[in-house]
């Protein structure tokens, strides 16, 4: 198992852990490959595959399902789609056949939007 933490800014540290790590210099991006584990100050997630950006500072995650969960104290939210976004902000989008349930309302669709540190969701036919 490998680690590795990354902070596009002081605020955001996430940390990730994958059995393999590659870095990928032409796309000036980080590939994690299986048992993939990132935490952050909000969020838990689980999955197959993902990829970091450093230009664009995002987090896709590959793999259905792919799961996340919430790990800030008072918030409570379970999520899975077969890709996730995570962004530098935080604001995640999850995306084909996506799933949420957030303090016990259910939502299902192609796309959700939703940002863990305000509780703000969107969904996206």
């Known amino acids: 198992m490998v680690s590795l933490s990354i902070s596009a800014n002081s ?13 990928m210099k ?3 991006s980080i590939s994690f490959l299986n048992n ?7 969020i838990n997630v689980l999955a197959k595959e993902a990829i970091y950006d450093n230009e664009l500072e995002i987090i896709s995650v590959i793999g259905f399902p792919s799961v996340i969960t919430s790990s800030k104290k008072g918030t409570k939210f379970k999520g899975k789609a077969e890709k ?21 309302i259910n939502i299902t669709s192609n796309k959700i939007v939703f940002n863990p540190q305000t509780g703000s969701l969107i969904s996206d036919k």
Do not use: P, R, T
């Open 84 to 104: 996730i976004i995570i962004y530098s902000n935080e604001k995640i989008h999850l995306v084909g056949n996506a799933s949420m349930n957030f303090e016990n």
């Open 36 to 42: 993939v584990k990132i935490v952050s100050e909000n």
């Open 11 to 23: 605020d955001n540290k996430v940390n990730i852990e994958s059995d393999i790590v590659e870095y």
């Open 26 to 28: 032409a796309s000036n």
